[in-house]
């Protein structure tokens, strides 16, 4: 088994020092081009953001979603209910719970066969190019049936 090989985008928060001793096949970033990685990704673990949990989907690759806050914690949960990765709780990740989810997702065949399939639902769907249309169709039949009130009062 080749040995794997890890980006980790770290942001603007933290500085590399702080990370201590980074493994040899580890990269540290502070920004990823995230769709050209997930193309060549087994595995993603986020934080749970709609865009990355998409992104990762579009590309079918299964997650780890470890959610901080806000949304979060509701895409995790739906990314564990459809079968495309495992949640863990930020509150109560270790070395050990992270290790086991990975391994988990990377050796367990739904978790490899789902995360494709939503791909293909995704792109079936065609959202980039549905949405607009809809919400134009929205705004055109609220304006036949009545007008647009722009004041404030």
Not at 61 to 79: E, H, L, W
Not at 118 to 133: C, M, N, Q, T, Y
């Amino acid at each position: 088994m080749p040995e794997i090989q890890v980006v980790l985008a770290k942001g603007s928060n933290i500085e590399l020092a702080d990370l201590g001793v980074i493994p040899s096949n580890v990269i540290v970033v502070d920004k990823a081009p995230q769709m050209e990685l997930l193309k060549h990704s087994a595995l993603c673990i986020t934080h749970a953001g709609l865009n990355t949990a998409l992104e990762a989907l579009i590309q079918g690759v299964p997650m780890v979603a470890i959610p901080i806050s806000y949304d979060q914690p509701g895409v995790a949960t739906r990314i564990a209910y459809h079968g495309v990765g495992e949640f863990l709780e930020v509150d109560n990740i270790s070395i050990d719970s992270l290790h086991e989810s990975i391994q988990k997702v990377l050796r367990t065949p739904s978790y490899l066969e789902k995360a494709p399939y939503f791909s293909e639902v995704i792109a079936k769907r065609r959202g980039l190019d549905v949405a607009p249309e809809a919400i134009e169709r929205a705004f055109e039949q609220a304006i036949a049936n009545r007008p647009l009130e722009l004041s404030r009062t």
